[in-house]
């Protein structure tokens, strides 16, 4: 195909080939999230060709490629993505190391505009406009130049109630996930959600991760932050410890200062209108009840 759509956290993005003898071929991942929603909030330009970045432009971020192994971080190369400001733009440019025909890709990244672009360096015609990780890279800036909040955690609705599960890795949240899933909850997702907030109210919505995930949204009535413990205790935290808690599991690139002011805004935000919490845990079914029985 040249052109397809998705609805990602009520974010309609459009796809177009820009190069001829190109065809886009989106994932499974991506499949049940495409939309005939023909009103879209952002254009996205493909290109297929050699990667280079404008002589003009200046590095301001580089990340190193980090894989999580038995909940360790281990680092596998210095090379992985680099931001680079030219005047109001940003251009984010990354190796694809999980891909067979994609090698290199540039997220060209217009604040406040309608149109980006994506350059991407494929060995044959087909590519996957959002092949790892210019998925992430692009939902992140999307979200943050719009102060929406990009956070690892589990997102469940149980019963009408929607809770949201975050903390470092291997702290439970998946564990969360699962033991709600078996107490016939639904879940939103359980690695990386968008939080909106729309007239007093905050919304939790999935990404694209994994195959055959459709979209879906939910209502947050409660965020915790988790971990294991002998019992199930929970405490409110206070407005300071609640918001550098949540940002601490927030998806963000600690470069520019409008960013990290519209993150934190958001978070503000978030903490006024959501019961936050921490909560320490025991992995079974008495979390559940143990959370509906206090009406978190």
């Given at each position: 195909?040249?052109?397809?759509?998705?609805?990602?956290?009520?974010?309609?993005?459009?796809?177009?080939?820009m190069t001829g003898d190109?065809?886009?071929?989106?994932?499974?991942?991506?499949?049940?999230?495409?939309?005939?929603?023909?009103?879209?909030?952002?254009?996205?330009?493909?290109?297929?060709?050699?990667?280079?970045?404008?002589?003009?432009?200046?590095?301001?971020?580089?990340?190193?490629?980090?894989?999580?192994?038995?909940?360790?971080?281990?680092?596998?190369?210095?090379?992985?993505?680099?931001?680079?400001?030219?005047?109001?733009?940003?251009?984010?440019?990354?190796?694809?190391?999980?891909?067979?025909?994609?090698?290199?890709?540039?997220?060209v990244i217009r604040p406040?505009?309608?149109?980006?672009?994506?350059?991407?360096?494929?060995?044959?015609?087909?590519?996957?406009?959002?092949?790892?990780?210019?998925?992430?890279?692009?939902?992140?800036?999307?979200?943050?130049?719009?102060?929406?909040?990009?956070?690892?955690?589990?997102?469940?609705?149980?019963?009408?109630?929607?809770?949201?599960?975050?903390?470092?890795?291997?702290?439970?949240?998946?564990?969360?996930?699962?033991?709600?899933?078996?107490?016939?909850?639904?879940?939103?997702?359980?690695?990386?959600?968008?939080?909106?907030?729309?007239?007093?109210?905050?919304?939790?919505?999935?990404?694209?991760?994994?195959?055959?995930?459709?979209?879906?949204?939910?209502?947050?009535?409660s965020l915790f932050v988790?971990?294991?413990?002998?019992?199930?205790?929970?405490?409110?935290?206070?407005?300071?410890?609640?918001?550098?808690?949540?940002?601490?599991?927030?998806?963000?690139?600690?470069?520019?200062?409008?960013?990290?002011?519209?993150?934190?805004?958001?978070?503000?935000?978030?903490?006024?209108?959501?019961?936050?919490?921490?909560?320490?845990?025991?992995?079974?079914?008495?979390?559940?009840?143990?959370?509906?029985?206090?009406?978190?």
């Open positions: 195909m040249t052109t397809y759509t998705l609805n990602i956290a009520d974010y309609v993005i459009l796809f177009n080939v190109t065809v886009l071929k989106p994932t499974l991942r991506q499949r049940f999230f495409m939309t005939n929603n023909t009103h879209y909030h952002l254009a996205i330009n493909v290109f297929r060709g050699p990667v280079v970045v404008n002589e003009q432009a200046t590095a301001v971020f580089h990340a190193p490629y980090v894989e999580e192994v038995g909940g360790m971080q281990l680092k596998k190369n210095d090379k992985f993505w680099s931001v680079y400001r030219m005047g109001d733009y940003i251009l984010v440019r990354t190796t694809c190391p999980v891909s067979p025909n994609h090698n290199e890709a540039l997220l406040g505009e309608k149109s980006w672009d994506i350059i991407i360096d494929s060995t044959g015609p087909e590519i996957d406009p959002l092949v790892y990780p210019v998925d992430g890279l692009l939902l992140y800036y999307l979200t943050a130049l719009n102060g929406d909040i990009f956070i690892h955690g589990s997102g469940i609705n149980h019963k009408g109630m929607g809770y949201l599960f975050t903390g470092p890795s291997g702290k439970g949240k998946t564990t969360m996930a699962q033991v709600f899933s078996e107490a016939g909850a639904d879940v939103v997702h359980d690695d990386r959600l968008i939080l909106r907030q729309d007239k007093g109210k905050v919304y939790m919505y999935n990404t694209p991760v994994y195959d055959g995930d459709t979209y879906k949204k939910s209502e947050l009535d988790i971990d294991h413990g002998e019992e199930n205790v929970s405490s409110a935290l206070g407005q300071t410890e609640a918001i550098t808690s949540v940002m601490a599991n927030c998806i963000q690139h600690h470069w520019d200062s409008r960013l990290i002011g519209k993150l934190t805004g958001a978070i503000i935000g978030l903490v006024k209108s959501v019961n936050i919490r921490k909560l320490h845990f025991v992995p079974n079914s008495t979390v559940v009840s143990f959370i509906k029985n206090n009406e978190y």
